[in-house]
């Protein structure tokens, strides 16, 4: 049995045609159902729902063998025996950093201020301040970090922005990018010795569809 980690939402959404491809069909739909492990056409093969940040855990650990997750939770995750054989290039977005609009963030950063960073992503905020020489205290958010420089709670956010929509709805401004962000896929790997004859033609599957996207309809 071969088991693949998904995280309801974009990344399932923009998986299924990546697995179409691979000749494999999920027989249920998570938003219909509650169910967690949902069968595939094919008798040998699984997909399990779990939380994004949980897919490294499963496919290190082996609960699953395969996963999809997004650059930014590998690097939080540090992606410590996970083969990652293929950038998906879905789920794109970009990590950032917003500040309100009337706070004068370039003025703060030049004159060595101590800034308050809200973020669910400390590894990586605390890499790309730390290379700019800029002193922070990061304060660990698990959600809505738009509120954080709204209330006080703090002087700039770390967060994914992808339209920029919710940045602006939240009258935050964007004023560093600091790296952009796809899915890959992930293997267990033990699981790519052991269960090689099965993994390897969805790897293959997967490759090919990445390299020659189906044209728009
Ligand atoms: P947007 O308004 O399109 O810029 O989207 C920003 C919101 O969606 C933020 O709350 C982000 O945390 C979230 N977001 C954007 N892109 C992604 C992604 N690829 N994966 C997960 N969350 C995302």
């Not at 040998?44 to 997004?70: F, I, K, N």
């Amino acid at each position: 049995m071969i088991t693949l980690a998904l995280s309801k939402g974009r990344i399932y959404d923009e998986t299924l045609p990546l697995l179409a491809a691979a000749g494999i069909e999920v027989l249920e739909d998570p938003e219909k159902s509650r169910k967690l492990i949902l069968p595939t056409n094919q008798p040998g093969v699984r997909v399990v729902l779990v939380r994004a940040t949980d897919v490294p855990t499963y496919v290190e650990y082996g609960g699953a063998d395969l996963g999809v997750t997004g650059k930014d939770t590998l690097i939080e995750h540090g992606g410590q025996g996970l083969y990652q054989p293929l950038d998906l290039n879905i789920a794109r977005c970009r990590v950032s950093v917003a500040v309100r609009a009337d706070f004068d963030y370039a003025t703060a950063v030049r004159q060595g201020s101590r800034l308050r960073v809200a973020t669910k992503y400390t590894a990586i905020a605390r890499d790309f301040f730390a290379g700019k020489g800029v002193h922070v205290d990061l304060i660990k958010l698990y959600g809505s970090m738009e509120l954080a420089p709204l209330t006080g709670l703090a002087d700039a956010i770390v967060d994914l922005v992808s339209t920029g929509n919710t940045l602006k709805a939240n009258q935050l401004v964007e004023v560093e990018r600091i790296m952009d962000i796809s899915s890959r896929l992930v293997v267990n790997q033990a699981a790519l010795k052991l269960k090689q004859r099965a993994i390897q033609p969805i790897l293959d599957a997967f490759t090919n569809a990445v390299s020659s996207p189906a044209s728009p309809s």
